[in-house]
């Protein structure tokens, strides 16, 4: 074995046995950017594969306990694997490769990860770093080889097996690190200036990512309420440790269980957590911000709570206003024709189908809302509470005019009474139909419109399965 092997060998071992977290991630080369891969990758070329074996390395590991020389003897080894078999980007079968022994890598320092002593403490904190490099570096090399894996899905390399080895792996990691704490347990991990509940957050964020991007909503809501069932709870561990927690990973956090509520039509809890991302992110990022608005524009607009036309300009969000004009006045076609002429801008970001769905019945609502203030200035004697339903038709009827929608001149008094009584039954509007006296009644207010709550204090209606 070259001295120049032996050196880094030594070199990793004493930054180990540092429990320097800055230390030991500076010693670990996992790309051909890290300022010791190329050394290394030469140093190993004169050596076998069928070389690198525990014997070869355990005489320069004299420093290291015997409960974790094992552990970390397996871990050296695959990192040595990894730089040597390293192959940049070609065929399947050299990602494949540099992908396997990359998850190798992971999977030991996964298992020193674990490692905790007689009382339960993890005895390894300092590996942080490098278990959130490791994920990243994980999440980039599969996607590599899932894009170019040529086997059907049930196959062991395919496309979605690699992708499932990825997610199984990281969760590990994060299973380790949202370890809950009893109180004297936190109470004696206070004064530790790494603690592995840490990096928590950025390991949740790489997953989220993973969740989204694959539609797998069942296992980001199971990580939305690990993080809720966390001992000690999230916020306490945030306000403990503010010098050891990245801002930018609270935030992140914050708005992918925001996107989360949005995709999953939560809107209440969709905007408390994109308004807390919005309060932890930084104001000169400007790039994170305007994501977090593209979120939190549909949900606060779907609750009632429109936005201003100068923040708009500020995050150059042009496409919502138009949609904030229509919104306003109820006007059901220039609604319509916003979303079809920007459908691919909203698909991309997952908000057209929320906006589509849940947008146009109120508009029907702002449009019979503003119908009936209307009949009231026409008529100023006419009782507050009540509206006859000829009134919504004859709006209806104005607003859909010369637009050729299907409602253009196809429309009727049993179709105005249809969304009248959806209205009513999702609690947008508060009253019932008399059909006989053909009149919408309404719950009593000074002003008449009394029938028309604030949107954010409409409750969603609550469908119960039935097994």
């Known amino acids: 074995m070259s001295g120049s092997l032996v050196q880094y060998i030594q070199l990793l071992n004493s930054s180990f046995l540092s429990q320097s977290p800055d230390q030991l991630y500076s010693a670990v080369p996992l790309s051909p950017d890290h300022p ?8 190993l070329s004169a050596v076998s594969t069928s070389a690198l074996l525990p014997s070869a390395i355990a005489p320069f590991l004299g420093s290291i306990s015997p409960d974790v020389r094992e552990g970390f003897t397996s871990f050296v080894l695959s990192l040595l694997r990894y730089v040597k078999g390293y192959k940049e980007d070609g065929d399947f079968g050299n990602v494949y490769e540099k992908f396997m022994t990359l998850v190798g890598v992971y999977t030991e320092v996964n298992k020193l990860y674990a490692q905790t002593s007689s009382e339960g403490v993890h005895l390894h904190p300092h590996l942080n770093p490098i278990i959130l490099s490791l994920a990243k570096q994980l999440v980039l090399i599969s996607n590599q080889a899932a894009a170019l894996s040529p086997f059907p899905p049930r196959h062991d390399r395919s496309a979605r097996s690699i992708r499932d080895t990825t997610r199984q792996i990281i969760e590990r990691s994060f299973q380790v690190s949202s370890t809950s704490l009893s109180d004297t347990e936190w109470a004696g991990c206070m004064g530790k200036d790494v603690l592995v509940g840490d990096i928590m957050w950025g390991l949740a964020n790489v997953l989220w990512r993973i969740y989204a991007a694959r539609k797998l909503h069942t296992q980001a809501a199971d990580l939305v309420r690990t993080f809720a069932a966390l001992q000690p709870a999230e916020e306490k561990r945030i306000h403990a440790r503010p010098q050891r927690i990245p801002r930018t990973d ?5 708005y992918w269980r925001g996107r989360l509520g949005v995709v999953l039509l939560d809107m209440r809890n969709g905007r408390h957590w994109l308004d807390k991302a919005w309060e932890w992110c ?5 790039q994170q911000r305007r994501a977090i608005l593209i979120r939190l524009i549909p949900v606060n607009l779907l609750l009632g709570r429109l936005p201003s036309f100068s923040l708009l300009d500020q995050y150059n969000l042009h496409e919502f206003s138009p949609l904030l004009h229509a919104f306003k006045s ?4 220039a609604w319509r024709k916003v979303l079809e002429h920007n459908r691919e801008w909203f698909r991309r970001r997952s908000i057209w189908l929320i906006l589509f769905e849940r947008g146009e019945i109120l508009l029907w609502r702002n449009l019979f809302r503003f119908s009936v203030k209307t009949h009231y200035q026409l008529f100023p004697s006419a009782p507050r509470n009540r509206c006859p339903t000829r009134v919504f038709l004859n709006a209806t009827r104005a607003a859909f005019s010369g637009t050729n929608e299907p409602e253009d001149e196809d429309i009727n008094l049993e179709d105005i009474i249809c969304v009248l009584s959806s209205l009513i039954d999702q609690g947008l509007i508060l009253g019932h139909l008399s059909y006989s006296q053909q009149q919408l009644i309404m719950k009593p207010s000074e002003d008449g419109m009394g029938g028309f709550p604030r949107l954010g204090d409409v409750i969603p209606r609550r ?5």
């Open 250 to 254: 609270i935030c992140q956090a914050h």
């Open 330 to 333: 109820g006007n059901l076609p």
């Open 463 to 467: 469908v119960e399965a039935i097994i």
């Open 282 to 286: 930084p104001s000169e990022c400007w």
């Open 36 to 43: 010791l891969f190329s050394h290394l990758r030469t140093a």
